[in-house]
């Protein structure tokens, strides 16, 4: 199943669109159909249409070999000491306008399963994010890829241009300085204040963004270049045909792919979907209403148990969750050797919210912070937030910033930025994973941002696509359930519905949800409308 920190990453900004309870969801990637012809050459021969001045990367070698190398932290370095996975380097142009000049790489992983007569291809996943490592999701996958689809497909996954193993590797703060933010109290006030504080912040984090990363390579970050490097991929692996997997955030990649390349896409599955077209602060609220779901679920469950943290009434649990992080805000707990701030005792709890399975986890964590203990807590915080116990952070909200940046118009009319606060102080639930306060009217990052965004919103139109699969779960507090809905009726897809409380389902628990997925990569047999799982 996907990584648990297959996360929306919560914003580090504290003004507009900066939800305390989720993170904005970067929205997407407005793509040109590519075109391009078969052509030979080079090292190898390439697989489909070349788009022009890109033959040499289309047809170069890929030389895999041992993972060790390729690790970046902690949790790689475990997931890649495996001698059935192999990774690589795919060079790709950083500007593909400019395909002579600057170029970078992507990491590669693969588990090689899919021999003789049945072999389809390579089935190429992504976690979302965006900021997520795909190499670290295939190689928590590899470790139980089975048949039917082992059979059938090698399992490939990649490491996004700026994350992860890719070089170079988005960086804005020092692991210092992220340990710093996490424990700053919630602001406080509204006023100007506040909105000079805020801005003030933001400013120095895109300066610091700028500096140790170089404004060519964050011009380039987006998702319209991801799936360029994703057809290379392709290409480079001998699939005539993308056979894709794409999780939350990877949903936008693979709708970016088939609006750029309806052509060469044979199959995908999309799961845990992304609105295309959605409203940055109607998503905002709906995915705070999610999360609100998601926590009068785990309150219904819990209070039947006569250890529930919260008590025995549901309809006061949130009063008490509130009573328990309040505190927090101007005295943070015993985390063990470090502090338990009130940020992280909220990103703890939405870790937990984001699937039934850590459910009991929450329980107990919170019990222990009655007691005055926080440990827990800080090490579910410090997995949503890449950190290792090295002191060590993944560059995973770097990456995320990045990329909705560049994948977003910026917002930096002020009459505009006031008018997006008001509508989330109306439309969003109380609910004490929320701060308590007014968001304040700031400009976020991305109206610092010092190059323009390269997609914008949008409904998709991609006549002619094969029939692509998207699952959505009733329950996902990250990605609602409608936005599946949305998706698959945008890309005239089917839509497998599964009643659940969890962010994503496919290659899960659920036998249903994955009989149906199995069925489509391998034979192209989609679920009947209306179909659900449970």
């Not at 116990?389 to 770097?398: C, L, R, S, T």
Request: charged share 25%; glycine share 10%.
């Amino acid at each position: 199943m996907p990584l648990s920190g297959d996360l929306e990453n919560v914003r580090r900004t504290r003004g507009i669109g900066a939800l305390a309870v989720g993170a904005l969801l970067a929205l997407t990637a407005c793509s040109t159909v590519v075109q391009g012809t078969p052509v030979a050459g080079g090292a190898a021969k390439p697989v489909g249409p070349v788009p022009p001045g890109l033959e040499k990367f289309y047809t170069q070698p890929v030389n895999w070999e041992a993972c060790a190398k390729y690790a970046t932290d902690e949790t790689s370095s475990t997931l890649y000491d495996d001698d059935a996975l192999r990774c690589a380097r795919l060079r790709v142009p950083l500007d593909y306008a400019k395909p002579d000049g600057r170029e970078i790489t992507i990491g590669l992983l693969r588990k090689k399963t899919a021999t003789g007569a049945g072999r389809i291809g390579s089935l190429v996943v992504n976690p979302g994010g965006p900021g997520q490592s795909g190499m670290q999701s295939a190689a928590q996958l590899a470790e139980e890829w089975d048949d039917p689809l082992a059979g059938r497909f090698d399992l490939v996954g990649f490491d996004p241009r700026g994350v992860g193993s890719s070089e170079p590797a988005v960086k804005c703060l020092t692991d210092k300085d992220k340990d710093a933010e996490r424990l700053e109290p919630p602001v406080a006030g509204t006023g100007p204040e506040a909105v000079a504080a805020i801005e003030k912040e933001n400013k120095e984090y895109v300066d610091k963004c700028v500096a140790n990363t170089g404004a060519e390579v964050l011009a380039n970050i987006g998702t319209r270049d991801v799936v360029k490097d994703m057809d290379v991929l392709r290409s480079v692996l001998g699939d005539q045909k993308l056979n894709y997997l794409g999780f939350s955030y990877g949903t936008r990649i693979g709708t970016a792919y088939a609006e750029t390349f309806p052509g060469n896409v044979r199959a995908m599955v999309l799961d845990g979907a992304v609105d295309p077209n959605e409203d940055r602060v109607a998503g905002a609220i709906g995915q705070a209403n999610g999360f609100k779901k998601a926590f009068d679920a785990f309150a219904a469950a819990c209070v039947l148990e006569p250890d529930c943290a919260l008590g025995a009434d549901a309809a006061q649990a949130e009063a008490k969750l509130d009573a328990m992080l309040e505190p927090l805000k101007t005295k943070p707990a015993n985390g063990g050797d470090r502090l338990l701030s009130y940020s992280d005792a909220v990103t703890a709890v939405l870790q937990c919210l984001y699937s039934e399975q850590l459910w009991d986890t929450l329980n107990k964590s919170l019990a222990d912070l009655v007691k005055g203990d926080g440990q827990v807590l800080i090490q579910l915080a410090d997995l949503y937030l890449g950190r290792g116990e090295d002191g060590k952070y993944a560059n995973i909200h770097d990456a995320f910033t990045a990329v909705q940046c560049v994948d977003d118009p910026p917002v930096k009319d002020r009459a505009v930025v006031e008018d997006q606060a008001r509508r989330i102080r109306e439309g969003l639930p109380k609910s004490a994973l929320d701060d308590d306060e007014a968001f304040v009217a700031a400009l976020d990052e991305c109206a610092f941002w010092p190059v323009p965004n390269t997609s914008q919103p949008h409904d998709p139109k991609v006549p002619g696509l094969p029939k692509v699969m998207v699952i959505s779960s009733t329950g996902d507090p990250a990605t609602p359930y409608e936005s599946g809905v949305k998706l698959a009726k945008a890309l005239s897809g089917v839509l497998l519905t599964v009643e659940a409380n969890s962010h994503t389902a496919f290659l899960g628990e659920s036998d249903c949800v994955n009989d149906a997925g199995a069925a489509y990569l391998t034979d192209l047999k989609l679920p009947a409308e209306g179909t659900k799982c449970s």
